[in-house]
């Protein structure tokens, strides 16, 4: 009895810790005065800006992550230390990202490039925060195709590109699919390696939770608007990652049962 | 006991070498003054500016301020000066990569006032970046990444090996003036209307005065 009690209780305290600053969010402005603030200039541009940069950087991390996944899910030796590697921007400190960005793209880094301050750079902070997000998952969803389908589809003719498209992609579309999301809604929220990276400019540079933190200096409200619109699109992603059957891949379980 | 101290991120390297004891949170003045909207605990308030603690004091969230030190603006480029920048106008050219601290930010604010006096206004055009405070506007010339930058004086003399300062000229300099405030609801506001009052001595002045602040007129 007492054990049920305790454990309710946790429950019950992490949950609310979890989800009282989000409600918060919302309690605090009423919903009309959100929408309003959302019709501020600046608040426009960080979204312009958010949206323009987050689809190039899912664009980048899709057409590069997906062929590295396939690659890094093959059996070989060294692989545990690659995959290793590719996930440490994962526990990073964005800090250290847009050092490393720095080091490696800067003006007098390893490549010498003219990218920092740039909406490039902005895709590029962006890209390497979401980038292992998707990789890993990728990685597991390609794993996690039987490899008995893969090779009766090769027994019964098709070549290894018609496999990939016909059998393995369409296998793997929900962890895929996931893995997506989730590097989206990370690089919405990119914001320590952008600000060092890429600077803050706005319409250029000044992404949504850019304007948040420049916002928090000047208009509380209006912090408060972009944040509310920010919670709501991340809730977005994740609940139509839960709640979309088709991506599930339910309707290959008699095939791949063995 | 310790007093938390909200200050000016110029303020960086004089004030652990006025009084190396207390603890300091440096960043822009008005991120600064929003965390003590926000009921942030602080016990002293050292601002960039008087307009903000000014506004503070109004909204009856800080004592009556006082102006404890000046200071003044400088353009600095990278010891390399890779866009060869050697007075405001060159700033102008297409290309270049001009980082200042955002509206808002004291020396941001003081930024657009030189530029405005000196019609030069312009140059606005070709600023990459906003930065929260001169130290990261400092940071990104220092590193060369950034063409040019505006900071005050006492900013450039803390990294004279990486960067060259072009002084403005008189007419165009606003009058920067620092104020610091005790912060209302301090749990201890009789240590920090002292430590207010020291900043104020003379061991305190001569440090401001030796990392190159301007004394109180």
């Known amino acids: ?258 | 006991m310790l007093l938390t101290i909200l200050a000016a991120a110029s303020l960086t390297n004089v004030f652990p070498a006025i009084d190396r004891h207390e603890r300091y949170s440096f960043g822009g003045s008005n991120a600064l003054a929003a965390q003590i909207r926000q009921g942030a605990p602080a016990d002293v308030f050292a601002s960039a500016d008087t307009a903000l603690p000014r506004q503070l004091y109004r909204a009856h969230l800080v004592e009556k301020p006082v102006v404890f030190t000046h200071n003044a603006l400088t353009l600095i480029v990278p010891r390399s000066n890779p866009a060869h920048i050697h007075r405001v106008a060159d700033l102008r050219r297409g290309g270049v990569k001009l980082v200042v601290a955002a509206p808002g930010v004291p020396v941001g604010d003081y930024t657009r006032t030189v530029l405005r006096r000196m019609r030069q206004s312009g140059v606005l055009r070709n600023v990459v970046s906003e930065e929260s405070d001169v130290r990261d506007v400092l940071a990104k010339v220092a590193l060369g990444e950034a063409d040019a930058g505006f900071v005050y004086r006492t900013d450039a003399r803390t990294v004279r090996a990486k960067v060259r300062m072009l002084a403005l000229p008189r007419s165009a300099q606003p009058r920067v003036s620092y104020a610091v405030a005790v912060v209302r609801g301090s749990s201890h506001a009789a240590a920090a209307r002292r430590w207010v009052h020291r900043l104020l001595g003379k061991a305190a002045q001569a440090k401001l005065r030796t990392a190159g602040f301007l004394p109180r007129r």
Do not use: C
């Open chain 1, 1 to 258: 009895m007492t054990r049920r009690v305790v454990v309710f209780g946790a429950t019950a305290i992490a949950l609310a810790f979890l989800l009282l600053p989000v409600v918060a969010i919302f309690a605090r402005v009423p919903p009309g005065r959100l929408f309003a603030q959302l019709g501020n200039g600046a608040v426009l541009d960080a979204i312009r800006v958010s949206a323009e940069t987050s689809a190039a950087a899912q664009a980048l991390v899709l057409a590069l992550g997906t062929p590295a996944a396939v690659v890094l899910a093959r059996r070989f030796p060294g692989r545990g230390l690659l995959v290793g590697l590719v996930e440490l921007p994962l526990v990073l400190p964005p800090a250290v990202a847009g050092i490393g960005l720095f080091a490696a793209f800067g003006r007098f880094g390893l490549l010498h490039t003219a990218i920092p301050f740039t909406k490039l750079a902005v895709v590029f902070a962006v890209a390497f925060v979401s980038g292992p997000l998707y990789v890993r998952a990728a990685i597991a969803a390609f794993e996690g195709v039987d490899a008995n389908v893969v090779a009766a589809s090769r027994t019964l003719g098709a070549g290894p590109t018609r496999t990939f498209f016909r059998v393995v992609l369409p296998l793997a579309r929900a962890g895929l699919a996931a893995g997506a999301a989730l590097a989206l809604a990370r690089g919405l929220g990119e914001f320590g390696a952008t600000i060092m990276f890429a600077g803050s400019l706005r319409g250029v540079t000044e992404t949504l939770p850019l304007a948040v933190y420049s916002e928090f200096n000047v208009d509380f409200d209006t912090a408060l608007a972009i944040s509310a619109l920010l919670v709501a699109l991340s809730a977005a992603l994740l609940l139509a990652l839960r709640w979309r059957p088709s991506l599930s891949t339910s309707r290959f379980r008699f095939a791949t049962s063995s």
